[in-house]
């Protein structure tokens, strides 16, 4: 059966990762990015269409879902734009919550929090029966994370919104399950932390495990990586015996 990718942050990191696996089987992506020198030579080698989106922005959206209509049905949604708090040249202690700076806190939560609700808002319309959807969140998502706790915030309520869609999507036969990875070799990653002792994941084995995940059959799940070697594990809410 023919595949629609839509995927956000795809310039880099595992969104491009995703973009070329993807793309590699065969499949038609959407890859949507702000760095439109970055996004334009990924599609350029590797086939996609690329469009420039701000998924902050609900009337940059709105330009996505008029550009679908014009190709194609959306079968796999791979929201996975995020960044931290501050970027990844500064000095740890940037990243603590006594440093908040207002702009950039406006501009994590925009990116890691709107960027999900509104492309889900954009998007869900689109779908059809057996769609998917994989939510990139974080570890940090479901543990704490003192070196950077307002990202650890953004993640955590993209998981708790990945949790509460699960059971009005099912009723569309649509799945959706967020990924928690560990550290992960991509540029968000503050440069201080890049040190000897540090091991991060392959942006190419985190993409592997997105498509895991759009085939999996539970839904609304927390799907733990803590390490390239170690499988996936789901990490449970309360009460969820599913």
Known sequence: MAQLWIVTGAASGIGAAVTQRVRGQGHDVLALDVNDEAG???VTEHGAEYLHCDVSRQDHWAEVVSRVQQIGTPTHIHLNAGIQIAPPEA???????????????????????????FGLQA???????????????????????AVDPLYAMSKHAVVGL???????????????????????????????????????????????????LMDAQKTGKTWAKVAQEKPLFIVRAPGDKG
């Open 40 to 42: 334009t030579a990924l």
């Open 91 to 117: 000095p740890m202690e940037a990243y603590r919550f006594e440093a908040l700076e207002l702009e950039r806190y406006r501009l994590m939560m925009g990116v890691n929090v709107d960027g999900v609700v």
């Open 123 to 145: 998007l869900l319309p689109l779908l059809q029966p057996g769609a998917s959807i994989v939510v990139t969140a974080s570890l940090a998502g479901i543990t704490p994370y």
């Open 162 to 212: 990945v949790r509460s869609l699960a059971e009005p999507l099912a009723r569309r036969e649509i799945t959706i399950n967020a990924l928690c990875p560990g550290g992960i070799d991509t540029n968000i990653i503050p440069h201080a932390q890049r040190t000897d002792k540090a091991i991060f994941m392959t942006a190419d084995h985190v993409a592997e495990e997105v498509q895991t």
